[in-house]
């Protein structure tokens, strides 16, 4: 599988930009910076970037069957109408393990999935969230939880633990919305960064961002684990990824502020003419 470089695309002076998704209806990313507390939209046809969002920082969040956005934060999930200047709370957030949400992904049928970062090594964990705000833990033992994806029948959830360098394949029931027993597909080292984000092709391979990565910052997987290439990414900081663009396939990739990077010339690279194309992401309906 050979991609096209990854080149600086869009700036703004940003911390840490995280979690992307593609709204093909608008035809525009979207993004969070979580460490500024904003939300970002940038418009595919007119090439400009503007800011929709300022508040308490968004780990991640989805977009909504209504069009809203649904903001996991520091202490609670909350709706977000683009346009207005403040969110809704619609299930408060208390974990003794966690600090804040991380990444979040919209499941079939509405529901969410959101990771935490752990106050300790091991007591972060993965969330269900149910469409009446309903939150229940399904997974725990880890420090960063990160990267979180469906496979092309959505019979399984893919997770990233960053801590353990693992991501797990957990067999997924659409209609429940409950986990099997997970199995560990990729075991990462410590010569090449952390798993990060994480999404997958139409045709099932997993795109895996590295954290720190000193070679190779972005590694695609086939649905069993094997590696089917490794490419550098300038940003060390790269921090996750999406599939983006009319056709879905180009690629958009997230970074931090590392000012110990000199490779750094952007907030989010991109790759163009992707040889597989990517999925549109699912629509949550929490508190609809």
Not at 1 to 23: C, Q, V
Not at 239 to 267: K, Q, V
Request: glycine letters at 10%.
């Amino acid at each position: 599988m050979n991609l096209a470089p990854a080149k600086p695309w869009i700036k703004y002076g940003g911390k840490l930009s995280e979690g992307p998704i593609w709204a093909p209806e608008t035809e525009s990313l979207l993004w969070t910076d979580i460490l500024l507390g904003h939300l970002y939209r940038h418009d595919w046809k007119t090439a400009t970037t503007e800011r929709i969002y300022e508040g308490p920082l968004v780990g991640g969040f989805t977009r909504q069957s209504d069009d809203s956005l649904l903001l996991f934060r520091q202490n609670d999930v909350a709706i977000f109408n683009v346009g207005e200047t403040s969110a809704r709370t619609v299930a408060e957030f208390s974990h003794d393990g966690s600090t804040r949400f991380n990444d979040v992904i919209a499941a079939p049928q509405g529901r969410a999935f959101a990771g935490t970062i752990g106050k300790t090594s091991d007591s972060g964990g993965l969330f269900r969230i149910e469409r009446d705000g309903r939150i229940e833990q399904v997974a725990g033992g880890t420090g960063i939880s990160n990267g979180l994806a469906f496979s092309p029948e959505n019979d399984l959830l893919y997770w990233v633990c960053s801590t353990r360098r693992r991501i797990f394949a957990f067999p997924y029931r659409c209609d429940t919305g409950a986990l099997g027993e997970p199995t560990v597909i990729f075991q990462g080292d410590e010569t090449d960064g952390y798993p990060d984000g994480l999404t997958v092709d139409s045709e099932g391979n997993l795109y895996n961002i590295r954290w720190t990565a000193q070679e190779h910052g972005l590694v695609i997987l086939n649905p069993d684990g094997k590696i089917l290439h490794r490419q550098a990414l300038p940003p060390r900081a790269s921090s996750s990824m999406c599939f983006c663009g009319p056709s879905l396939t180009d690629a958009a990739i997230t970074s931090a502020e590392d000012p110990s990077d000199p490779n750094r010339e952007s907030d989010l690279y991109r790759i163009e003419a992707m040889p597989i194309a990517g999925r549109v992401e699912f629509r949550s309906s929490v508190g609809i």
